[in-house]
């Protein structure tokens, strides 16, 4: 019977010629990644299993959710894995100044590649797919164990095929198509499935949008989102990689739950609304609403704090300035992309407009730092998480969506139609 092109890693990672939906198998990591929230939660795990990890050029540590340490709390669950990497003499941890929010510095720096079986104890983990692997997101039990073994047990998922045809229209990027398709699939749409995305369309999506589409896969339920490996992954694994990779294509013959065709010239600029990233609206539904006034505006985490998105932002923000009643935290993922920002003039266009920049963390995403919400407050974020309380209090409210309509707003004072920006500044 025919694989996907997860069930085809899966099964090179256990071992076997064929697997199918739902059978239990052991498979070989390639990454285990944690982080500062629950790498110390695993460490205590991990040491009643093991002395040592499995492959110190294989378990990673990224220091990025509450750092710079916001209390002493964090700073002691920083010391705990900088201390664990260390005196493992593990290949990759990266400290804060060389750093970034993890799913963005993982490809950044080369850890991950094609073909690869990766798990992370954070649900984003699923990012990955963007380059043609199998990555989930695992506890912190899996992940103790992945550390100690190099292996770890998966129930085989089944699949969805998103058929990607047509070209994006300006102004709509990974984000928009991510959340018209969570918003149309549903938060549970894709419950342990893969989220296989082909097509001809997949040429007009550049790296940046397709690391932000299968980021958000989690965020449809899925266990992993999977792009295959065109000659865009290609180019950016040259530039980025240097470990040795397997393409892995689905069968011609795979079995698929279901297959939707998703044509992207018709996906239109799009938020969704509180408290669900299933709750998609588009531009035109919300202009023909009243306005819906924002206190602040985040541009960065592992959704959307990439090069591509900074860039986009600062088109938007040039030359104009953030609404008075607004404040704009803008975070560049990783350390590089900070610099480059310097480098093309871009922080002199935010800081200009008004924004504050922070340095490369998770920060605002989860309510841990450098922006937490109050009661009352509404945010336009193009993080990947809009659940009750996410950023701050339970009764602030986020609206998710992508840097152009993130910086348009924060220059109107509320939910606004990048494509219309001329007309309101
Ligand atoms: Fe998680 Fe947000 Fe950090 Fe991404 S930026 S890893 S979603 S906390």
């Known amino acids: 019977m025919g694989m996907t092109m997860t069930q085809k890693i899966l099964a090179a990672h256990a071992g076997l010629d064929e697997v199918c939906a739902g059978q239990l198998i052991e498979a070989k990591l390639d990454i285990v990644m944690a982080n500062d929230i629950t790498g110390p939660m695993a460490l205590p795990i991990f040491k009643e299993m093991a002395e040592n990890v499995f492959d110190k050029d294989k378990v990673v540590f990224v220091p990025d959710h509450f750092t710079p340490n916001k209390d002493i709390k964090s700073a002691e669950n920083s010391k705990a894995i900088r201390e664990f990497a260390k005196e493992q003499e593990l290949k990759w941890y990266f400290e804060q100044g060389k750093s970034g929010v993890e799913h963005a510095i993982l490809p950044e720096a080369g850890v991950v590649a094609a073909g690869e079986c990766i798990i992370g104890a954070d649900s984003h983990t699923c990012t990955y797919g963007a380059l043609g692997a199998f990555s989930t997101g695992v506890g912190t039990t899996d992940i103790a164990t992945g550390m100690a073994t190099g292996e770890l047990w998966f129930k085989v998922p089944g699949a969805i095929k998103f058929e990607l045809i047509g070209k994006p229209a300006p102004y709509v990027s990974g984000k928009d198509i991510i959340l018209h398709i969570i918003g149309q699939i549903g938060v549970d749409g894709a419950l342990y499935k893969s989220m296989e995305f082909v097509g001809e369309g997949i040429a007009n999506l550049s790296m940046d949008d397709r690391f932000t589409m299968a980021n958000m896969a989690i965020e449809a339920g899925a266990k992993n989102g999977i792009f295959p490996v065109d000659d865009k992954v290609k180019e950016y694994l040259k530039a980025h990689c240097k470990k040795e990779y397997q393409i892995y294509e689905a069968d011609e013959d795979a079995q698929y739950d279901e297959v ?36 602040q505006v985040v541009i960065g985490s592992c959704t959307n704090g990439r090069m591509e998105d900074m860039r986009k932002a600062a088109a938007i923000l040039k030359g104009r300035t953030v609404h008075k009643d607004v404040r704009v935290m803008v975070v560049p993922a990783t350390q590089k992309i900070y610099k480059q920002c310097i480098h093309e003039g871009l922080m002199d266009i935010f800081i200009d407009a008004g924004c504050a920049v922070n340095t490369p963390s998770c920060g605002p995403c989860m309510g841990g730092h ?20 996410r950023m701050g209090h339970v009764d602030s409210l986020i609206y998710l969506a992508s840097p152009e309509i993130a910086a348009a707003s924060a220059i109107a004072g509320y939910i606004a139609n990048p494509e219309k920006v001329g007309e309101k500044s």
């Open 260 to 295: 939707l065709t998703i044509d992207l010239s018709q996906v239109r600029p799009t938020v969704a609304f509180p408290h669900l990233p299933g709750n998609a609206k588009t531009i035109d539904e919300i202009e023909a609403m009243e306005p819906i006034k924002i206190d």
């Open 370 to 389: 450098m922006g937490v919400m109050a009661a009352g407050e509404k945010c336009v974020s193009t993080t990947n998480r809009n659940f009750v309380g």
